[in-house]
């Protein structure tokens, strides 16, 4: 399985990581409305932080944003897509039980993971120049001021150097 493809289907919603039934259904070669039954007669395995029910407004802005991607699955459906976080998607594979749910379950988790470190290792880049500005700010402030001081025309200021007669008449 291309990891990539599963890359392409994890959005951010509510600020977590997901992916959507229809795309979950796709990978795991089942109906939607297969994977949805199932989760369904399980439901105490799925609580909200493992997966949720995307409203009205989440669904329109999210069929906008991606015009070509797998959002166009949606255009009869009679519900908003569900959701599943990392979480929720694990808990698919023990309601999944077919070997496909499990490789695709096992792909998925590596990509979670791989996502999940990526963010971390931003994170402590982003630290690190905060320290650096914090560490260095004053001194590009003084450098800045004395450039402008130096690249600032002033009126005056007199010439340095040998005067004649002749200049001395022009100031």
Not at 22 to 33: F, G, I, N, P, R
Not at 70 to 86: D, H, I, K, V
Not at 118 to 140: F, M, P, R, T, V
Request: no cysteine; hydrophobic share 35%; charged share 25%.
């Amino acid at each position: 399985m291309e990891l990539q493809i599963i890359k392409d289907r994890i959005f951010e919603i509510r600020g977590q990581k997901v992916m959507l039934d229809s795309d979950l259904a796709e990978l795991y070669e089942v109906e939607t409305k297969v994977l949805n039954q199932g989760v369904k007669r399980n439901s105490t395995r799925f609580p909200e932080d493992f997966m949720f029910q995307l409203s009205d407004n989440e669904t329109t802005n999210l069929r906008s944003q991606f015009v070509t991607s797998s959002l166009s699955n949606y255009g009869g459906q009679r519900y908003n897509p569900y959701a599943f976080t990392e979480q929720g998607v694990a808990m698919l594979s023990s309601v999944l039980r077919s070997e496909k749910a499990v490789q695709v379950n096992i792909a998925i988790m590596r990509i979670f993971v791989t996502i999940r470190q990526y963010a971390l290792g931003y994170k402590d880049l982003k630290e690190k120049i905060e320290q650096l500005e914090s560490k260095y700010d004053g001194q590009i402030d003084d450098i800045h001021q004395v450039l402008n001081e130096l690249l600032s025309p002033e009126n005056n200021r007199k010439e340095i150097g040998f005067q004649t007669d002749i200049t001395k008449s022009q100031e």
